[in-house]
């Protein structure tokens, strides 16, 4: 069985940082894109960023300059620096995968069961 385990949210205040990790566990072939969403109280989940195995990231421009993704890959584990936070960045943020778990098998999606990240002003 394959799952994502994130970690390191919780409460700090305007202008500090934070740094979130996803670890993937299972019976894992291969990682392609890993991805950072996020959802806010009564809000859509909307993307952070994403990167993909070879290094190319992405990230939506609300959080562009403060928050930067990476991945190390020989630990399956995918990380967002979060700095310079704001009230605004406060929501449950969920980690996602686009992974196989075998050299011929299907492209899987797999989620995290998220992190609370709240930003106090």
């Known amino acids: 069985q394959v799952q994502l385990v994130e970690s390191g949210g919780g409460l700090v205040q305007a202008g500090g940082s934070l740094r979130l990790s996803c670890a993937a566990s299972g019976s894992i072939f291969s990682i392609y894109t890993m991805y950072w969403y996020r959802q806010a109280p009564g809000k859509q989940r909307e993307l952070v960023a994403d990167i993909t195995i070879g290094g190319t990231t992405n990230s939506a421009d609300s959080v562009k300059g403060r928050f930067t993704i990476s991945r190390d890959n020989a630990k399956n584990t995918v990380y967002l620096q979060m700095n310079s936070l704001k009230p605004e960045d406060t929501a449950v943020y969920y980690c996602?995968?686009?992974?196989?778990?075998?050299?011929?098998?299907?492209?899987?999606?797999?989620w995290g069961q998220g992190t609370q990240v709240t930003v106090s002003s």
């Open positions: 996602n995968a686009d992974l196989t778990i075998s050299p011929r098998g299907a492209l899987l999606n797999i």
